[in-house]
């Protein structure tokens, strides 16, 4: 549980790094990723991903209403936050 838990940090670390307006956030432990917890337009698609449902630790980049897999490499995160800037 303890890499799980330094994993969770270092992929929250690298959402935040970067400043932008219309940038959001959501740092969740995996038992609270179920509708109830999130946006609307999250509601169905977070909860269902295999990484999710499998109790993985992972970030998701979602962008004009279309997500990428999930991600669970600090530098896959970073690369993928920077292209889509």
Do not use: W
């Not at 993985?56 to 209403?65: E, G, H, L």
């Amino acid at each position: 549980r303890d890499l799980q838990d330094a994993l969770a940090e270092n992929l929250y670390r690298e959402a935040v790094a970067g400043f932008a307006l219309n940038k959001t956030v959501l740092r969740l432990p995996i038992s609270s990723a179920v509708p109830e917890n999130l946006p609307p337009a999250l509601a169905e698609t977070i909860p269902n991903l295999p990484a999710v449902r499998a109790g993985q630790t992972c970030a998701v980049v979602c962008s004009n209403f279309t997500c990428q897999p999930p991600i669970t490499a600090p530098d896959e995160l970073r690369k993928q936050l920077t292209t889509e800037k």
